[in-house]
Structures are given as C-alpha cells and as structure tokens.
C-alpha cells in the first residue's frame, strides 16, 4: 500500500497542470522519516542513500512522465473554463466542454456531489479538442481524450464509464494497483473495477487504419484482378 500511495501521488502531481515540482530522490523512493524540515540536517536523513533506490518507482516515474511529454492535454498553458467547444471533426456530435468530473456511476458530477462529504472517488474527463491556445507555429493544439479515475476509498468501487458522447472505447493505459493499464480496450457504458487507494488512466481509443501493401505481390495481384482493355 506504501508503494501504491507513492505511485497515487506522482500520477496526480505529473497528470495536473501546470509546472510539476518533483524534489529530487522522490522518484527514487527516498524517505526523510517524516521530517519535513530537513535543510539543517547534514545527515543520512537529508541524505540520498544510493544502495537503497527503489528501481520499479523510477520505472514508473519515467513512465509517467512520458506519458506527460507526448500528450499537451496534460500540459494546457491556460485554465479549463467549462464551456463547450468544437469538437473538430466530429461534426455530427454535440459541443463538449473542455474538463467534467464523472460521478462513479458515470455521470456528470453537479454541485451537490462536490458537498456530499462521502465522495471519495470520481472521474476526470480531459477533452483532447478543448486546448486553448496554439503552438509555436499557431496551430491549434489538439490531443485524444483522457479519463482518469481515483478511488481514495480503501475499498474497491466499481465504475461506469460515460456515454458514448464521451467517447465510444477507452484504452487502458496505466493503474497504480496494477491490476489495470495492459492496453485493454473497454466500451462506454460498461464497468471498471477500481482497486481502493488506487488511479486508473484510460486513452480514447480507435481502431488504427489499415496502410496500404505497397509490395511488389499486391501490385501484380491488382493489376491482375482489375479489368483490363485488350483492344
């Protein structure tokens, strides 16, 4: 559970916005016992012990942070305001706003839910279409779209995706209990287990397009099925 709640905290520092502080030897697993005063001690409790790195945190550390670099949903140079947006090509959907909170039955969060005092686990959907701003040559920033889900219950808490306006599949991409983030590939609308103290990234997910065979066999192959004038 200690290594789960290190892994909790890194996810939600790297995935927020703005500029993450990470102190250095976090991500090693380093430890001060609890003192959160250390600049006067000169000692093995302000010390980084080398021999005692915690090498699957680094791992997940650097996963993470990559994760961060490659999607600028993740890093927006401007405050979320919640107003629908295009949606870009897909014309024929409905504006979405740029960030809602899912309850974990898969709806919409209103502000009741915010004062309910036993809501301890709820969804984030980041709307990859609704990046305000443009990049260095003034093209408009767009990304996929993301949820991610915490569960700071100690218990398990089963999830339901949103509808389809949010997205039609979900990729699972990383869980900080392990028992997610192996790339399986989930419908809207159908459940997701949570394991307690635990964050689950999911990616939309769509089917990749197929790349044409440009081998030399396909070519004699269509040229010898399609019709050919004689005359």
């Known amino acids: 559970m200690r290594a789960r709640q290190q892994r909790n905290f890194l996810t939600t520092l790297l995935l927020s916005q703005g500029t993450p ?3 250095h030897g976090d991500e090693l697993g380093r430890t001060q016992d609890g003192n959160n005063n250390t600049y006067c001690q000169d000692n093995e409790l302000s010390w980084i012990n080398w021999d005692r790195m915690d090498g699957p945190l680094i791992e997940f550390t650097a996963a993470i942070t ?9 890093r927006r140079s401007q405050f979320f305001d919640g107003r629908p947006v295009d949606m870009g090509e897909r014309t024929d959907e409905d504006p979405m706003p740029d960030i809602a909170w ?4 898969g709806t919409p969060m209103v502000p009741q839910d915010w004062d309910e005092p036993l809501t301890r686990s709820m ?4 709307n990859g279409q609704g990046i305000a701003g443009v990049d260095m040559r003034g093209r408009q920033i767009v990304d996929v779209n993301f949820i991610v889900y915490f569960n700071s219950a100690p218990e398990e808490v089963e999830f339901t995706l949103p509808a389809a306006n949010y997205g039609e599949k979900w990729e699972e991409i990383l869980d900080t ?3 997610h983030g192996d790339g399986e590939i989930r419908d809207h609308s159908t459940q997701i287990t949570l394991a307690g103290k635990s964050t689950v990234v999911l990616r939309a997910w769509e089917a ?3 790349e044409p065979d440009a081998s030399v066999a396909a070519s004699v192959a269509a040229y010898a099925q399609a019709p050919h004038d004689h005359q």
């Open 123 to 126: 969804g984030m959907w980041l």
């Open 177 to 179: 209990a392990g028992e």
């Open 21 to 23: 502080m990470l102190l």
């Open 208 to 210: 990749p397009e197929e």
């Open 66 to 74: 990559h994760l961060r670099q490659n999607h600028p949903t993740f």
């Open 102 to 105: 899912l309850n974990a039955d």
